[in-house]
């Protein structure tokens, strides 16, 4: 026992615990999307281009929630964004400016809510919650998907746009050989 009445284990013990401490935080970050913020992602991008989607959503949206809950969890769903792109999650109600393209972008407030001006942007106008936006490395919108999105769709549309297959195959082919192109 040490001065504390804690009884000290053996360092066979600790040293499991330890490496199961250290599984389990190496599971976790694999296991999960790197989500970051929109200044972080801009930063990243000077170092390294890659395409971003972006998560935009409010504290509020039921089915922003449920994306979190579910989708955004799946590992088919996590290996595709994380190998892809550079994930943002962007809250369309945030207070703070946003300096982007040479123009300071704000909240704007209507009523008891209001909305960012860089979510409308990038959403191009369609601000329903939740919007996933897919930008290319340039940070142009790609395509602004609105409405809930289950684990399989999502997959599908992300490898569909991070395997730049909408450069010259229509989404509906693409969808018809999905599990072809998802095997090899």
Same mark, same amino acid.
């Given at each position: ?60 949206? =039921? ?6 809950? =579910? ?51 990038? =959403? ?61």
């Amino acid at each position: 026992m040490n001065c504390l009445g804690i009884k000290i284990l053996g360092s066979g013990v600790l040293t499991i615990f330890f490496f199961l401490g250290m599984a389990n935080l190496l599971y976790g970050q694999s296991n999960q999307i790197n989500w970051i913020s929109w200044e972080q992602m801009e930063i990243q991008m000077k170092n390294q281009k890659k395409k971003v989607v972006v998560d935009v959503y409010t504290n509020w949206c =039921t089915w922003c929630k449920r994306m979190e809950s =579910t989708t955004f969890r799946d590992p088919n769903v996590v290996k595709a964004i994380n190998k892809n792109y550079y994930a943002v999650k962007f809250n369309a109600e945030q207070r703070e400016d946003i300096n982007f393209r040479d123009r300071v972008f704000k909240y704007v407030s209507k009523g008891t809510r209001g909305y960012h001006e860089l979510a409308a942007e990038i =959403t191009q106008g369609q601000l329903s919650y939740p919007t996933i936006v897919f930008m290319d490395e340039n940070l142009n919108t790609i395509q602004p998907l609105s409405g809930y999105l289950d684990a399989p769709t999502f997959e599908m549309i992300s490898n569909y746009f991070g395997g730049n297959y909408n450069k010259n195959t229509p989404f509906r082919t693409f969808q018809e050989n999905y599990k072809m192109i998802k095997d090899h």
